[in-house]
T-cell receptor, first 114, second 108 residues
Framework: KAGVTQTPRYLIKTRGQQVTLSCSPISGHRSVSWYQQTPGQGLQFLFEYFSETQRNKGNFPGRFSGRQFSNSRSEMNVSTLELGDSALYLC?????????????FGPGTRLLVL | GIQVEQSPPDLILQEGANSTLRCNFSDSVNNLQWFHQNPWGQLINLFYIPSGTKQNGRLSATTVATERYSLLYISSSQTTDSGVYFCAAYTGGFKTIFGAGTRLFVKA
C-alpha cells in the first residue's frame, strides 16, 4: 500500500495570507490526525478526523481549521498567517489492529511564513 | 493538563552501546506510544504500549502505568538509530500530548 502523502512538501507564504495543506491517508484508513512541530513548542496535536467528523481539537486558535472528505483525504487550513505559524505540519493516518493503535506519518509540509 | 517529560534530552552513544530512554507522565493516560523521528523529519511509530513490555528486534519498551513512566531500551545501537525519540501520551478525548523528545546521536 502507498504510504501517507502530504502536499505540498514545502511552502513559503507571507503574513496575513492563508494556506491549505492536504493529506491523503493510507488506503482504508479512516482516521487522520494533524500535528504541528516547531523548535520552540515541539510536537503539538492539532486535530483528528474520523469518517469526516472532527473527533477532537488541540489548543490552537480558530485560525486553524480542517476537514475530511468522504474518501478520507483531509485538508487543514490556516488563515491570517503569523510568523509563528512557520513549522513542519505532519499528518498521520491511524489504524486499530488487534487492540493496537498504529499511526503512520506522512513526510510533512514545511511552511515558512515571512 | 497532563505533562509528559522525557530524559535525557540529549544522548551520544558509541555504536554498539545500549541505552535507556525514560518518559514520565503526570497523570493517568489511556495509552502511550513511542516514535522515532529520523534526521530527515520522518516520524515512525515504534511501540503502542499502554502497559507491560514489548520487544521489536533491538528495541523494547516497558510501561508501568501505575507509576506513570515508560522506558525505551535500545540495544547494540547503530548509526541509523540516530534521531529524536518521542513518547506520546493519550488522554481522554483522543488528545495526544508529546514529550520534548530525546535527541540521540550514535557515533560510528
Amino acid at each position: 500500500k502507498a504510504g501517507v502523502t502530504q502536499t505540498p512538501r514545502y511552502l513559503i507564504k507571507t503574513r496575513g495570507q492563508q494556506v491549505t495543506l492536504s493529506c491523503s491517508p493510507i488506503s482504508g484508513h479512516r482516521s487522520v490526525s494533524w500535528y504541528q512541530q516547531t523548535p520552540g513548542q515541539g510536537l503539538q496535536f492539532l486535530f483528528e478526523y474520523f469518517s469526516e467528523t472532527q473527533r477532537n481539537k488541540g489548543n490552537f486558535p480558530g485560525r486553524f481549521s480542517g476537514r475530511q472528505f468522504s474518501n478520507s483525504r483531509s485538508e487543514m487550513n490556516v488563515s491570517t498567517l503569523e510568523l509563528g505559524d512557520s513549522a513542519l505540519y505532519l499528518c498521520a493516518s491511524k489504524v486499530w489492529d488487534r487492540a493496537q493503535e498504529t499511526q503512520y506519518f506522512g513526510p510533512g509540509t514545511r511552511l515558512l511564513v515571512l | 493538563g497532563i505533562q509528559v517529560e522525557q530524559s535525557p534530552p540529549d544522548l551520544i552513544l558509541q555504536e554498539g552501546a545500549n541505552s535507556t530512554l525514560r518518559c514520565n507522565f503526570s497523570d493517568s493516560v489511556n495509552n502511550l506510544q513511542w516514535f522515532h523521528q529520523n534526521p530527515w523529519g520522518q516520524l515512525i511509530n515504534l511501540f503502542y504500549i499502554p502497559s507491560g513490555t514489548k520487544q521489536n528486534g533491538r528495541l523494547s519498551a516497558t510501561t508501568v502505568a501505575t507509576e506513570r513512566y515508560s522506558l525505551l531500551y535500545i540495544s547494540s545501537s547503530q548509526t541509523t538509530d540516530s534521531g529524536v525519540y518521542f513518547c506520546a501520551a493519550y488522554t481522554g478525548g483522543f488528545k495526544t500530548i508529546f514529550g520534548a523528545g530525546t535527541r540521540l546521536f550514535v557515533k560510528a
